[in-house]
């Protein structure tokens, strides 16, 4: 069987690298290739090294104020001819960046069966979070296979008359997760990189990138991160900073220089599970963080007005707080002072699988493609 990988940011290439991993470990059947689109090539390559996964095919990097234009024209027309040279039975695609739309659209183009890892997930506003929700409902009506992360995903695809090759198996983030924190748990070269930080304190750990943000609502984050560590100066606040210029100008206009906040370049994937463990809870505009923080009990508290992984919300691993600034500051205020509410989130138990989804997907595609094995 004949696959071919695609993806462009870091944390596509966390949540594919299990099953990539898997697959390679299978060649008797799997002959596997894996195309880089490179939107995030800083970030994306540090995964790579890690897991010891070398593309077969890398578009290259990601060039200064990219449009969404430009990220879907460039995939399309890259994998032309990948497509035609390497003549996949199938294109594996993951999540809603606008690489995996593109990725996918691709493959239709060219009649080549699409797999969607993560599928299912929806806000049911097109515009937010934008533009992942459009990306995955239009990956939704191409894709021919479809793995879900949870039982409301799968509903969700029904309730769009996608009920073809829709199984649940579990989120692949919870493999990787768990294979990284057994390598980094003893790791002590990790924490040299922030032996500035006291984590004898608690620690908040601040993820924050999302473009529906930008502008105010992004200003109001920083804004209640900057109180926040002046009521309460015995805690730390890492934030490791991502690289988009519209992220960096504000966040260190308004929080470079305060003692007890510490604004990192963003880091690799396993010192990110490394804090994730560290931390007291985290505050986050991020996907993936709100499925793998729960994994270690830490409540995180996300920074937008709606988001598409409701299950944390249901089961109580996650609480939605918007961006106003007042908001934001009520929430983490109530989590730092008590007891009871922070360990009501930190004992939930994680709705997003158990680190088997990578394995339960090789069972599926072999059975279907070769119902004897």
Same mark, same amino acid.
């Given at each position: 069987?004949?696959?071919? &990988? ?96 593109? @990725? ?35 990956? @939704?009506?191409?894709?021919? &296979?479809? &793995? ?5 995903? =799968? ?16 989120? =692949? ?12 748990? #003893? ?54 900073? #991502? ?15 305060? @003692? ?114």
């Amino acid at each position: 069987m004949k696959l071919l &990988f695609v993806f462009g940011t870091r944390p596509e290439a966390i949540k594919m690298a299990p099953l990539i991993i898997k697959c390679k470990s299978k060649p008797e059947l799997f002959d596997v290739k894996v195309c880089v689109t490179g939107q995030h090539r800083e970030m994306l390559d540090q995964v790579l090294a890690f897991f010891n996964i070398a593309p077969d095919v890398n578009f290259g990097g990601m060039k200064t104020n990219q449009t969404l234009f430009d990220v879907t024209i460039n995939v399309i027309s890259g994998l032309e001819k990948v497509l035609a040279d390497y003549t996949p039975d199938y294109l594996i695609v993951q999540g809603d960046t606008s690489s995996a739309f593109a @990725g996918a659209l691709a493959a239709y183009y060219k009649k080549i069966k699409v797999i969607h890892l993560e599928a299912g997930l929806r806000s049911d506003d097109l515009y937010s979070p934008w533009p992942e929700e459009g990306n995955r409902q239009l990956i @939704g009506r191409i894709a021919n &296979f479809h &793995f879900t992360p949870t039982a409301k995903a =799968t509903e969700a695809l029904k309730k769009e008359n996608i009920v073809n090759n829709v199984y649940q198996v579990g989120n =692949t983030v919870i493999d990787a997760l768990l294979m990284v924190h057994e390598k980094v748990k #003893h790791d002590n070269s990790i924490s040299v990189q922030f032996e500035k930080i006291d984590f004898s304190k608690r620690l908040i750990l601040i993820t924050g990138h999302r473009r529906e943000s930008f502008g105010d609502p992004f200003l109001q984050i920083c804004e209640a991160i900057r109180e926040l560590s002046r009521q309460y100066p015995g805690c730390n606040f890492l934030y490791p900073v #991502h690289l988009n210029p519209n992220v960096q100008n504000q966040v260190y206009k308004i929080l470079d220089g305060i @003692g007890n906040i510490f604004l990192f370049p963003p880091v690799d994937y396993p010192a990110m599970v490394w804090l994730l463990n560290k931390s007291h809870l985290v505050i986050t505009d991020s996907g993936g963080i709100q499925e793998e923080a729960p994994t270690f009990g830490k409540p995180v508290l996300v920074m937008r007005n709606v988001t598409e992984r409701t299950e944390g919300i249901e089961a109580g691993t996650a609480r939605l707080v918007g961006t106003s600034k007042e908001n934001i500051i009520a929430s983490v205020t109530e989590l730092l002072d008590n007891e009871t509410a922070y360990y009501k989130m930190a004992k939930a138990v994680n709705p997003y699988g158990d680190g088997t989804a990578s394995e339960q997907i090789i069972k599926i595609l072999c059975k279907n493609t070769n119902p004897s094995l």
